[in-house]
């Protein structure tokens, strides 16, 4: 199973007793009426806190109507969509990782966007206070020279041939040196793919701190590889 995940970070001053006492009392209702007149109570809530030497998880749990159409008719259904997240601290900054997808795909509505803004709201009212984060192109391009053999796949954006948006080597054009500096000589590393061989996990990673595990695996393994390793390519 594909695990999405995205990093972003708490700009204000945090105290982690009181996030956990914040959190634990969010709740939002919202009611919703149906194309048929039935009325549907729609909840937002935070579920499975917990605290652990500095570190805060839960689920970040939201309802959603869902709609297709049968023989004409609008049919509506409510569905609930859950994303699980960690708050943690790395060398005196604060970072929120959240397991979702980063864009839309699919039927999924409940993206990392969304549940760090809501969160940003519910601890510090503004939805400024959590940001997004960047890993630079310099630090994409040291990860795959310093063991190109483990790069699967790179995609580069910022081309600059005019009709060209992006450029991606893979499979063998990788050992390609002239190749890939070529490419790098007309744009910027936007997505890596590479497997971390110390611990057997395939993932991807882009300079908008997205990370992809494509390997089989938990959450809390993602997220604790991306704490011990990924944390420190952020900018």
């Excluded at 023989?71 to 970072?95: G, M, S, Y």
């Excluded at 595990?213 to 944390?231: A, I, M, P, Q």
Aim: proline share 3%; charged share 25%.
């Amino acid at each position: 199973m594909v695990l999405p995940a995205k990093v972003f970070e708490i700009k204000e001053e945090t105290n982690f007793g009181l996030i956990v006492q914040k959190l634990k009392n969010f709740r939002e209702e919202e009611s919703y009426e149906t194309s048929e007149g039935e009325t549907v109570t729609l909840v937002t809530e935070i579920l499975d806190l917990d605290l652990k030497q500095n570190l805060v998880s839960g689920v970040f749990s939201a309802d959603f109507m869902r709609g297709r159409y049968y023989q004409r008719r609008l049919l509506e259904n409510p569905v609930t969509e859950e994303a699980t997240f960690w708050i943690t601290e790395f060398k005196d900054r604060t970072f929120l990782i959240v397991v979702a997808p980063s864009v839309a795909r699919g039927v999924k509505k409940l993206l990392s966007n969304h549940v760090a803004n809501k969160l940003s709201k519910v601890l510090f009212i503004t939805p400024k206070a959590i940001v997004e984060t960047k890993i630079p192109h310099e630090t994409l391009k040291e990860l795959h020279e310093s063991n190109p053999q483990a790069t699967r796949l790179i995609w580069f954006d910022q081309i600059d041939m005019p009709g060209v948006e992006k450029m991606c080597l893979a499979g063998s054009d990788l050992a390609d040196t002239q190749a890939y500096q070529d490419y790098l000589s007309h744009g910027q590393i936007w997505y890596v793919v590479f497997e971390a061989q110390k611990h057997g996990l395939t993932m991807g990673l882009t300079r908008n701190s997205v990370v992809t595990l494509f390997s089989k695996s938990t959450k809390d393994e993602l997220v604790e590889y991306v704490r011990e390793n990924l944390l420190t390519l952020v900018e």
